[in-house]
């Protein structure tokens, strides 16, 4: 399937970014999302990656969507965030589930829960699907697990990955990267000394 672009008209959509001959016998996806910044002249910016989403309960929740959510939320409360991940926690007691965000702050939000609340606020107005599923009762609100200084550091490290070729991935669709940090999850308590 191809996708036609009109002139003069950009559209906030998402697109793959497949190369093909001009034959159509073979292509590649690169792997990459983009949106059209312009359209006289053709230009684009790339906004992610295909494989970076979170859609364990149908959300459809992407890395733009994650990050633009996240870095204006803490502009807003001046926090700084040093590393992040996302990833989805599905109840095996009858709960509701939600999104666990791991994330590193340079300096802490004062009040975490307020933080939390003004993200998920953020991640609702920017994806209907996730908003769908909070309304319906499907989700509770995002919940955030602050990781120690240099904690996604030390978990790369232990995992021989250290190094700048090697990024933690800020979305995932299972539990296998969160399970992972738990050693570098700080307690609640501890934040408010």
């Known amino acids: 399937m191809t996708c036609t672009i009109k002139k003069n008209s950009i559209s906030n959509e998402n697109y793959v970014l497949i190369i093909s001959s001009n034959a159509g016998l073979w292509s590649y996806n690169m792997g990459d999302t983009i949106k059209f910044v312009s359209t006289d002249p053709y230009r684009l910016v ?45 109840s095996q007691q009858g709960e509701k589930g939600y999104h666990e965000w791991f994330i590193e702050f340079e300096n802490i939000p ?40 240099n904690g996604f550091i030390s978990y790369m490290k232990s995992i021989g990955k250290l190094g700048g070729q090697n990024k933690v991935p800020r979305l995932s669709n299972d539990r296998k990267l969160a399970e992972e940090l738990k050693p570098w999850v700080m307690e609640m308590e501890s934040l408010s000394q």
């Open 46 to 90: 790339v906004t992610g990656r295909v494989k970076h989403f979170i859609s364990a309960f149908g959300e459809h929740v992407i890395g733009e969507e994650v990050e633009s959510v996240l870095m204006s939320s803490a502009k807003e409360n001046n926090v700084h965030i040093t590393e992040f991940t996302v990833a989805p926690y599905i």
């Open 110 to 149: 004062e009040d975490m829960n307020a933080f939390a609340k003004l993200v998920d606020k953020k991640l609702r107005q920017k994806n209907i699907y996730y908003d769908d599923l909070i309304k319906g009762n499907i989700l509770q609100q995002l919940k955030i697990s602050p990781i120690q200084k």
